[in-house]
């Protein structure tokens, strides 16, 4: 393959390693051996998928030593924040090595994505739209965590949930965007699966396959219209992943406006606190004050001043008022 074609030889471009078993091919250089066994091993093991019958087209994998080379073997129309993509016509998935970054995600479940979009194109060919088929991969590989997205989208309880075939626009909008249309797109698949919780998707694909339409195949298994699903699904949606985003967002809201309050209601506190420690010390320097005033005026080393009528100490008053005449004593 020329995408795999060896560069000049190093200590890891070394020739690449070919692995097969069942219908899988694994083709990585050395440096992600262990990694294609066990990813090889985990697909041979896990190889049938919801409604689907068993996959028989064999598959390709190829694992990228670098971004660089990933970037090179996807080519320059996929997007930069993709972790593997699938080339469902010439059955091959290229997907990035153990040198890829967090952001590349679980590479056991990022495998079971992109074989599922294989699996879905091999029954259902080119019938099924974006939205679908990206929804049908991420309901096949258990993707529960994309429901975490929308619990924490507030723009689903203000603007609402878009319609289906919007979504298929939402992919190529940037990598938040596209998040959430995967989100809304995984919800929208599992919610037609349990429309019928004994067949599931089973009955679904095959009327699918037979009348051509996603109408048809909605009418004929489960009784119901895509307008009407849709519908539905529009308003549970919201209602469910609306209501939680809000709730998400006001509590937000509260954290950051505790985190600007609680400092200026500390500060306020403080200088409260100052002001009655300032009060109280006054109060007592005053009242210490006033004791020592009285102290020093029962020791009689005070200035009180006394009333010019008032007799003198130990004596006694003379018995007549001030303009009388003196009277003789006999």
Known sequence: MAVLAPRAASAQDDAPVRLTDGRFTFVSY?????????????AVANDTFPGLPRPRRPVLVALAPDGARFRE????H????????????ARRIVMQGRRSGSDAGDPFA???????????????????????DEGYASFAARETAREELLAANF???????????????????????????YALAYRAVS???????????????????????LDGALRAAYGTTQASFERGWTRRTRMRYGILALFADMTLGLVVLLAVMLPLYSMRRRRYRERLAALIAADRIAEEAERESALAF????????????????????SGRTTGDPPVSES
């Open 298 to 317: 029962l020791l009689g080393g005070g200035d009180a001043t006394v009333h010019p009528d008032a007799p003198p100490e130990g004596g006694r008053t």
């Open 78 to 89: 996929a997007p930069e924040w993709g972790a593997a993509i699938a080339f469902p016509e």
């Open 110 to 132: 990022v495998l079971r994505h992109e074989i599922a979009h294989l699996a879905l194109y091999e029954f259902m060919g080119d019938l099924p739209p974006r939205w679908f």
């Open 155 to 181: 723009a689903l309880a203000l603007r609402g949930v878009p319609g289906l075939d919007q979504l298929d626009e939402w992919f190529a909008s940037g990598e938040q965007r596209a998040q959430t249309g």
């Open 191 to 213: 919610d037609i699966a349990a429309l019928d919780p004994q067949r599931g998707l089973s009955l679904f694909f095959q009327e699918w396959r037979s009348r051509g339409t």
């Open 30 to 42: 050395p440096g992600d051996e262990g990694m294609a066994r066990s990813l090889l091993a985990a």
């Open 73 to 76: 073997w996807i080519g320059p």
